[in-house]
């Protein structure tokens, strides 16, 4: 069975005629071609498919794309400016070393952002804690709470 | 070294804007025009015969192009995947080598063994159908555990190896230890797993394979660390292909550490599948496939002994262990519990005599190869877990039975077989003292006992061998490969560099760091240099990146080509100079004529080599553009101290790493920021070994009990600290950029930091890893530890 959806994307209106099983990760990626939202683990662990739904972080691994009709969405290609400028978070881990390998890179920043919106000044603590649902193999987290600590400063000023 | 200076800083990554917006290219993100989906059939049996394959339900299924199984793979004269590393036992007997098929022919000897292919228009329409092969297996008993492999009666998995040993090898005087450890003052024994991990790189591995009947091609898109080995291995041993027919790409790749390395089955079927059907063939590993077939790491059981005499100099080590190799040979499986393992144990100390003997055995279970650290880690965790104990034991501080016993004379020949060039273990552990604040322990000690809380401190002194080399000394050790790295410098007529490594880069930052060294020795600015990798058509060859080697071998094979393009570079600029070539220099971007203010920019002399008008065209060909192949002398060998220090609640049995402080030697560094980064990674997948990581499987069925994100623990961000980490700068003396690896220290040396402060803050000898409160818990319950 195929079912029609529609939401918005980065902005922009976009629908499909899809099976009723698709993934909201698997539509973003492979009808929309937008292949920075990335899938680690396909069972919601990893968070390497974060995603932004009307304003909040989910895991788009995690969902049918019909759970998302009518959303609007923003993947990691419409987190920077559309000059191509970075947005405060992408720019603080690209300072701070936040990244290497890059896969977990997408659904970290989205989280990271989420979480700078839920606690606009975190404390380490915090931002270790609230990072539970996004793994990262290559960084150690160090770099990446850093980053998270000076966007953070950044956002709010 | 010129005009420019950028060996040394902290250039931020040129890699990470990609990165950062989506706009990577990993093998997933591949799509080829008409392209399949496979899934794999694999078996849900530790052990079983397979009586029979039927695909006709599968067949009928909507989507599905073509299903194959082991017996159309021996048809077409599909090979066995090779090992890369021929063990010789103690009997000089070569080590026991049994097939190991792309596609189970006859017989499954693993959980997640591979069955048969499924390829369908959708990867939705190809899992349905894989669920629709009907295998009927005759179940047979499995073995799991490394410890019970070769016991009386134990179900043997090849009739090649009927007591499941692949062989028993031995390093090292063992008369000579013997002796000695009869006559020592003390003896410290213990006995313990090195637990079993699973790599866990968070991109799955995926294949992207595509035929062309124009040019009977293929082009293969994959997660791989070393596209060329790949290529070599696929189409030499496995498929029969003409090398030069196949193009290997290894895109962006997220995360290695190690279980990108080898060939693998998924890899061999989807090239040799695409053929059949003259489509594209992508496959990419679910979550739970990268847990039951990527290669796993560790997985020793080991009894280790220390001699010393009165004063606590070592005077002997004895090390018995049995590795577990899994069901089938990895690519290098063989080599890492022994070459890579068994020369270590002399760590960073004068031990004279020590002997290991290693038995290596088949399992019902994934194979076992390489994992960050590669026999390293096991090494140092025997050798400092030992020394710590030791010193616990005859009373004498952590530290200074270190001191008493650090080799301080360089070059230094263990009795191991290796060569350390240099070191300053005594740098960096007075380094790791004060950075960590050894000091305030003692207070910060009573603090915890006033809040009901154990704390507990300990060290670890790692060495480590990279860069492994050189290739005709490997290849006598059983090496089946070379060990070299190449490099090609291509210049442009602008002045514009190229430069292609056989290095891959997946998550080190390549692009940036050899990008720092190349325009540094070239003098010309970072922009003006591209760093490209990871392309079989467009790289000349590489080994790839594994084991710590990629500045040291890589970098140093594109620093010997940058040699050959200055060298040719002069002698264009005497000619243009009209001046003797032995009379020129080069020097801050420029070739100059010496003692004198004549000189031409290199940009110059790039383009007189392409627009050769004003040219010694009679004794110089045109053009500016070498490659380098360079195999090292010997290997480098890293070192460092770390200190961590845990504070335990008994009576929940949590451990929280309080601090941990890390000072590392690497040699020259060329980006401080990328090597922290490492250093960081390296220390949290040595941490998650040591406290959450592991991987089990049911004795009795032989299931993997941990294949999934739920029950195998890797550490998250709330787990581990922030580190404080520092470097000392002792220049390896054998390659010319003075470097020495740091991709896997952190992973070396932090498992025995961290059990020798939970066992202090414990006061028992031996925990097993991983320290899970509910393992910490039971010895506070058994021992009735309180604060």
């Keep these: 069975m195929t079912v029609k959806v529609s939401m918005t994307i980065n902005g922009k209106p976009a629908s499909a005629e899809v099976e009723e099983r698709t993934l909201l990760v698997t539509f973003i990626r492979e009808h929309l071609r937008l292949t920075g939202t990335h899938v680690g683990c396909d069972t919601a662990q990893c968070g390497a498919c974060t995603i932004q739904m009307n304003g909040r972080a989910v895991k788009s691994c995690n969902m049918l794309v019909m759970q998302a009709e009518g959303a609007d969405l923003v993947t990691i290609e419409g987190i920077a400016k559309p000059d191509g400028t970075l947005h405060p978070m992408q720019e603080a881990f690209r300072q701070h070393h936040g990244l290497q390998c890059g896969f977990c890179t997408p659904g970290m920043v989205i989280s990271a952002i989420d979480l700078v919106n839920n606690f606009p000044d975190p404390s380490e603590e915090v931002i270790r804690h609230q990072l539970d649902g996004n793994l990262c193999r290559c960084t150690g987290y160090h770099n990446i709470v850093k980053a998270i600590k000076a966007a953070a400063q950044t956002m709010r000023s | ?787």
């Design chain 2, 1 to 787: 070294m010129g005009a420019t200076n950028y060996i040394g800083q902290a250039v931020k990554r040129r890699e990470d804007y990609r990165f950062l917006t989506g706009a990577g290219n990993y093998t997933d993100d591949v799509t080829l025009p008409r392209q399949t989906h496979a899934a794999f059939v694999r078996s849900p049996h530790a052990h079983a015969k397979i009586r029979s394959i039927r695909k006709d339900r599968a067949l009928a299924s909507p989507g599905v192009v073509a299903v194959f199984t082991g017996d159309d793979l021996a048809a077409s004269k599909v090979g066995s995947l090779p090992c890369g590393w021929l063990i010789t036992d103690v009997k000089g007997q070569p080590m026991k080598e049994p097939p190991h098929p792309c596609l189970a022919q006859g017989k499954v000897r693993y959980v997640g063994d591979h069955v048969a292919l499924v390829i369908a228009e959708t990867a939705g329409q190809a899992k349905d159908a894989a669920e629709l092969v009907e295998v009927d297996y005759e179940v047979l008993p499995a073995v799991v555990n490394a410890a019970d492999a070769r016991n009386k009666g134990a179900p043997v998995l090849h009739e090649a190896a009927p007591d499941n040993t692949c062989y028993v090898w031995a390093l090292g005087d063992k008369a000579a230890v013997d002796k000695a450890f009869q006559g020592a003052a003390h003896v410290t024994t213990l006995e313990f797993c090195n637990n079993r991990l699973i790599p866990n790189a968070i991109e799955p591995r995926a294949v992207n394979a595509t035929y062309s009947r124009a040019d009977e091609s293929y082009t293969l898109y994959v997660a791989s660390q070393n596209p060329h080995v790949e290529r070599l291995l696929m189409t030499a041993f496995v498929l029969g292909l003409p090398e030069h027919k196949v193009r290997v790409v290894a895109p962006d790749v997220g995360g290695g550490f190690g279980s990108k390395i080898y060939l693998y089955a998924e890899d061999v079927v989807c090239t040799w599948a695409t053929r059949q059907i003259n489509r594209p063939v992508k496959w990419t590993a679910e979550r739970i496939e990268s847990f039951q077939s990527d290669a796993h790491g560790r997985d020793h059981v080991t009894r280790a002994e220390l001699a010393l005499d009165k004063d606590g100099k070592f005077v002997a080590m004895r090390v018995a262990t049995t590795a577990n190799l899994g069901a089938y040979l990895s690519t290098f499986a063989t080599c890492i519990p022994t070459i890579l393992y068994a020369t270590l144990l002399a760590g960073q100390y004068t031990t004279p005599v020590i002997f290991c003997e290693v038995t290596s055995v088949f399992t019902n279970t994934s194979p076992v190869d390489a994992y960050r650290g590669a026999g390293r880690p096991e090494a140092t965790y025997v050798v400092e877990r030992l020394v710590e104990t030791a010193a616990r034991e005859m009373k004498i501080d952590a530290a200074e039975i270190r001191r008493r016993n650090f080799i301080r004379n360089f070059p230094y020949q263990t009795p191991v077989a290796l060569m350390y060039d240099t070191g300053n273990y005594e740098a960096t552990l007075g380094e790791v003292i004060t950075l960590a604040d050894v000091a305030g322990y003692a207070s910060r000690k009573a603090d915890s006992k006033k809040r009901g809380k154990l704390r507990g401190i300990g060290y670890a002194c790692y060495i480590e061998a990279c860069g492994i080399a050189p290739s005709n000394v490997a290849g006598s050790l059983g090496a089946r490969a070379g060990l070299f790295e190449a490099g090609e410098v291509r210049v442009h007529p602008t002045g514009k560099v190229s430069v292609f490594t056989g290095s891959h880069s997946h998550g080190q930052g390549h692009e940036t760091t050899f990008a720092q060294v190349v325009a540094d020795r070239l003098g010309i600015p970072m922009d003006d240099v591209e760093i490209v990798h990871g392309d079989t058509s467009k790289v000349l060859f590489g080994m790839g990146t594994y084991g710590s080697r990629s500045i040291a071998v890589g970098g140093t094979a594109i620093v010997r080509a940058l040699d050959k393009v200055i060298a040719k570079g002069k002698k264009i600029a005497a000619h243009l100079l009209e001046a003797a070539e032995a009379d020129i220099e080069f020097k801050d971007g420029a070739f100059a004529v010496k003692g004198t203010d004549k000189k031409k920019a290199f940009a110059e002399v790039s383009l007189a080599a392409y627009v050769p008008h004003n040219y010694p065209l009679d004794k110089l060909e045109p053009g500016l553009n070498e490659n380098a192949f360079y195999d090292p002398t010997n290997f480098t060998f890293p070192a460092g101290s770390y200190v961590c220090e845990v504070e335990i609640d008994p009576d929940t049995g949590q451990v929280r790493i309080d601090r941990f402080t890390a000072v590392d030697d690497f040699g020259k560094i060329i980006n401080p920021m990328i090597v922290e980064g490492q250093v960081h990674g390296g220390l949290v997948q040595g941490l998650g070994q040591a406290l959450t990581e592991n991987c089990y499987y049911d004795p009795e069925s032989g299931q993997l009990i941990t294949a999934s994100l739920s029950d195998y623990s890797l550490p998250r961000a709330s787990d581990v600290p922030s580190f404080k980490v520092g470097t000392k700068e002792t220049p390896c003396t054998h390659n010319p950029l003075g470097v020495k690896g740091c991709g896997e220290a952190g992973a070396i040396g932090s498992p025995a930091a961290l059990m020798n402060a939970i066992t202090d803050a414990l006061g028992v000898k031996e925990v097993e890893m991983p320290a899970t409160s509910q393992r910490i818990w039971r010895v506070c319950q058994e021992f009735k530890i309180a604060a």
